[in-house]
């Protein structure tokens, strides 16, 4: 059975994944913390990322621009014209809501505020969902900046630049990993819909010929990437955008999405933005944003293919899709089956008792450990209840540290789903956490 919402917001809070901000001020809305076990998920979701964006991919080089950036920018993007949601006002409460998710009654036929039933709304108009801020001392029009609500422009703006340093050539790509901020009207789904939050974003440049070719390419790709990491096919699909949804630079776009709790919802989109962008940053900044090949003796502006993702709700989608409850030896636990690349802890290290004799070998293992993955080391509670902790947090391997080690010079190594357990001597025991941690 699938997990609820109120199981994963149960366990992140428990565990240490995710934290209301500023919970001890009653919190602030839709804005969270990552705990220390939430930390090192969100990295290493957005280093396996990287690996297979970047790292793997010679053609591909990384980008991290500015979060501030000029209005300019995206008066040529065409965010501050198109960038809005249709927002209405209830005259009774006063509440906000976008009219576009508002549905009439089936009796009566009228649109209702959901917070106090009242019919008596104002007509809907253009919110435009970008944070603006003002940079230096005086707060006037000539010193408006805003808070990027997508990385991408970033790369637009920068292109010339990348491709002079790293002397790339069509089809190549620019990564990056950082913050977006959006003022959403409904921010909600616990960290699925916030108001800042974190993209990983690829601008693949290809000739216009090509564009089509690389668009299905990177749709089936990015699938599979989820896939590779453990979520189930079935919880996963890839659905076209109908012609009525497509953002005004794209001709075509796909939306990987996953099964929630609450419905199918989106973890990334995959954009043929055209040569829209460079284009419209060409003619705002009167520079040529341009490729020349030397080889043909052509010079044209390549068209872009846009994977872009959502860090933290993917974050999210992996703990959904690794959450289990079974039992083991008449016992109830739960764990979470996380790729080995996602878990927050490869490798935990427990001596099985405080005492002295014991405490010194299991520092020896975790400092043999520790330069190769991230560990953790639990020397509290009976050892079956640290394994269910090590299970709950998703912990694939377990180095147990126990009075026979003393004497044969070696340790028992637990396998988190199956539990099996095999006796390993200390001095191969970093050559087999890695051959078990290495899929």
């Known amino acids: 059975m699938a997990p609820g919402m109120d199981d994963i917001v149960r366990l992140c809070k428990q565990r240490g994944f995710v934290f209301p901000s500023a919970e001890i001020y009653g ?4 804005t969270y913390d990552y705990g220390p076990l939430g930390v090192l998920m969100l990295r290493n979701v957005k280093d396996a990322w990287w690996r297979s964006m970047v790292q793997l991919r010679p053609e591909v080089v990384g980008l991290d621009a500015a979060i501030l950036s000029s209005p300019k920018i995206w008066e040529a993007s065409g965010h501050l014209a198109n960038f809005t949601d249709p927002l209405v ?3 009774n409460c006063k509440e906000r809501w976008r009219a576009d998710h508002l549905e009439p009654d089936p009796e009566d036929g009228r649109i209702h505020c959901p917070n106090c039933g009242s019919t008596d709304l104002t007509e809907a108009r253009a919110f435009n969902l970008m944070f603006k801020t003002f940079v230096g001392p005086v707060e006037d029009e000539s010193n408006v900046a805003y808070l990027r609500p997508e990385t991408a422009q970033g790369h637009f703006v920068n292109f010339v630049n990348v491709l002079q340093t790293s002397r790339k050539r069509p089809p190549f790509g620019i ?3 950082g913050k977006s901020f959006r003022n959403e009207i409904t921010p909600g789904n ?14 693949y440049f290809v000739p216009p010929a090509e564009a089509d070719t690389w668009y299905h390419y990177w749709c089936q790709e990015r699938l599979e ?3 590779e990491l453990g979520i189930p096919r079935d919880r996963l699909r890839l659905r076209p955008h109908a012609q009525e949804e497509l953002s005004h630079y794209s001709t075509a776009t796909s939306d990987v999405e996953f099964l929630f709790p609450w419905g199918w919802g989106e973890l990334e ?3 043929n933005r055209t040569d829209y962008d460079l284009k419209a940053h060409s003619r705002a900044s009167g520079e040529k944003l341009e490729y020349f090949d030397q080889a043909t003796n052509e010079r044209y502006t390549p068209y872009v293919i846009e994977p872009a993702a959502g860090a933290t709700r993917t974050m999210m989608a992996f703990l959904l899709a690794a959450y289990e409850e079974d039992e083991i030896g008449g016992e109830a636990r739960t764990v979470l089956r996380l790729h080995p690349r996602l878990a927050p802890y490869q490798v935990a290290v427990l001596p099985l008792s405080r005492k002295d004799t014991l405490v010194p070998v299991a520092r020896e293992v975790l400092d043999l450990l520790s330069p190769i993955t991230m560990c953790d080391y639990d020397e509290t509670q009976s050892i079956g209840k640290r394994y269910r902790r090590q299970d709950e947090i998703g912990t694939p391997l377990a180095v147990t540290v126990d009075f026979e080690s003393l004497e044969d010079r070696a340790v028992t190594i637990r396998d988190r789903d ?7 001597p200390i001095d191969n025991v970093v050559d087999e956490v890695t051959s078990r941690l290495a899929r």
């Open 27 to 30: 919190g602030f809305r839709s």
């Open 89 to 91: 006002d209830c005259r």
């Open 175 to 177: 990564a990056q990993i």
């Open 190 to 203: 616990f960290v699925f819909r916030t108001r800042e939050f974190e993209q990983m974003e690829l601008e």
């Open 225 to 227: 990437w989820y896939v």
């Open 269 to 271: 989109g995959i954009a």
């Open 418 to 424: 199956s539990t099996k357990q095999i006796r390993v």
